[in-house]
């Protein structure tokens, strides 16, 4: 989602073409090396323990709570329902929630400042930490998460988007899959942030060369050829 951040499409993909599923490790000149949860709770943030996220998220279609329909309980907690055309089976499309939840009222009350929030935290665990092939599509399955902003944080989200992340690219390299998905801004910060050579200098804007993709991963590969230990923050 270029809203979100610029991704650098040809870097990360030289990266996984280097992922090993079996170790789940990139094999580099010097050795094995990969994320690890001490990466994501530095580069992100999140909570690396606590409790699982897990539950709803298989045949949502499926599941109930307090006996209500999901489509019930979406409405209970944004207060109205995305129009049929911003709807495919259990998504909502990601332009919805950005243009009706971005702004906060100035005057909101606090129920308007839940129902922003719980959209905000919708379309970044749709769309950056649990990216997948839907791209600009939410899934509805993040409300059991989001009706209680309270216990949000007792997640352990930060194990859960780097498993989420080897997934992904497991897939790619598996399965010759050629559409990137998972949390790639972790991927490509942890990539700038120990690779002291790939990083972008100073604090200038990150803006990608011009040059045609195809090339580009060309010079990534080189680049990744040469690379010893000492190179590696």
């Known amino acids: ?3 979100w951040f610029w991704l650098d499409e040809p870097m990360v993909s030289a990266f996984i073409e280097r992922w090993r599923p079996e170790t789940h490790t990139f094999h580099m000149p010097f050795g094995e090396y990969t994320v690890t949860l001490q990466d994501v709770a530095f580069q992100l943030g999140l909570p690396i323990d606590g409790r699982n996220v897990s539950g709803c998220l298989a045949k949502f279609e499926n599941f109930m709570e307090g006996g209500r329909p999901s489509w019930k309980w979406f409405q209970e907690l944004f207060g109205e329902l995305p129009p049929p055309n ?3 089976q259990m998504t909502v499309h990601f ?3 950005h243009e009706r939840f971005r702004v906060l009222p100035q005057d909101a009350i606090e129920d308007t400042v839940r129902i922003c929030a719980r959209a905000y935290i919708m379309m970044l665990l749709s769309t950056q ?4 092939k839907s791209a600009n599509w939410v899934h509805i399955w993040w409300l059991s998460f989001v009706a209680n902003l309270d216990d949000i944080g007792s997640y352990s989200w930060g194990s859960a ?3 989420w ?3 992904c690219m497991c897939r790619v390299a598996n399965r010759n899959v050629t559409n990137l998905a998972g949390p790639l801004q972790l991927l490509q910060s942890w990539i700038f942030w120990r690779f002291l050579s790939l990083r972008p200098s100073g604090w200038v804007a990150y803006l990608p060369p011009n040059d045609g993709k195809e090339q580009r991963v060309i010079n990534y590969r080189l680049a990744l050829d040469q690379l010893t230990a000492r190179d590696v923050h």
Do not use: I, P
């Open 1 to 3: 989602m270029s809203l």
């Open 129 to 132: 930490l649990f990216g997948d």
């Open 161 to 163: 988007a780097l498993a």
């Open 165 to 167: 992340l080897y997934r």
């Open 86 to 88: 911003k709807v495919k």
């Open 95 to 97: 332009t919805w929630f």
